[in-house]
């Protein structure tokens, strides 16, 4: 079956700390992995896409990873603001089916 | 550009009742989505249009969900009769092409009591 898992469920750091939040994936065939960040009350934005060959991406003080061989992704904030406090969702796009994970919470406290 | 907009933001009916739920693409995007977004879950889609035909509406609970996009641009979500279940928000996302696009709205906010 088709799922993609994030760890940890939620997650608090202090303000100008750095964190990396986990998407583990059991998707077949593979087509791209996506990172969107949902803030309280809105609807998902994407920060990052990743196809089989591109091992990093980053988009400002968000850096996406992706090992296609062990089927693992990961997000590593820097620096964090308050602003990031948010979900943040990784979903498997498996031939145009998009499998979504249950997201990981993320509040930055001063 | 404007972004996908959706009415009401918020609703709280009780089970039985019905509701309604509007949703306003970005201009051009022919592909349109609604999904169910339960508390501490990622988006479940409930229905995908491609202008006014339907692609993908396996998971929408045909009993008592129904969804239409007339002329290809604005669509409407229907629960008739609610659940307790069926308290979630419902987002609308659109995409020019294919479903890696996606751009969402705000998302209604349904409770049923």
């Known amino acids: 079956k088709n799922q993609v898992e994030q760890s940890p469920q939620s997650l608090i750091i202090l303000e100008g700390k750095n964190c990396t939040l986990q998407c583990n994936y059991t998707v077949s065939p593979f087509s791209n992995l996506r990172w969107y960040k949902q803030d309280t009350g809105r609807g998902p934005v994407s920060l990052t896409i990743?196809?089989?060959s591109e091992n990093t991406k980053s988009n400002g003080r968000y850096t996406a990873t992706l090992d296609a061989d062990t089927k693992q992704s990961s997000l590593h904030i820097t620096a964090s603001q308050l602003s990031d406090s948010a979900s943040y969702i990784c979903?498997?796009?498996?031939?145009?089916?998009?499998?979504w994970g249950a997201g990981t919470k993320l509040i930055i406290k001063p | 550009e404007a972004g996908v907009a959706q009415s009401p933001r918020y609703k709280i009916i009780e089970k039985r009742q019905s509701v309604a739920f509007w949703c306003n693409p970005i201009s051009g995007h022919a592909t349109l989505y609604w999904y169910q977004q339960i508390l501490g879950q990622g988006p479940k889609l409930l229905i995908q249009f491609q202008n006014n035909g339907v692609v993908d509406d396996s998971q929408l609970p045909k009993d008592r969900f129904s969804a239409e996009r007339l002329k290809g641009v604005d669509s409407t979500l229907k629960i008739q009769p609610a659940k307790l279940e069926d308290s979630a928000v419902y987002l609308c996302a659109s995409s020019l092409i294919g479903p890696d696009t996606q751009y969402f709205g705000p998302g209604t906010r349904l409770t049923v009591l």
């Open positions: 990743m196809t089989f």
């Open positions: 979903v498997v796009n498996s031939n145009y089916q998009l499998i």
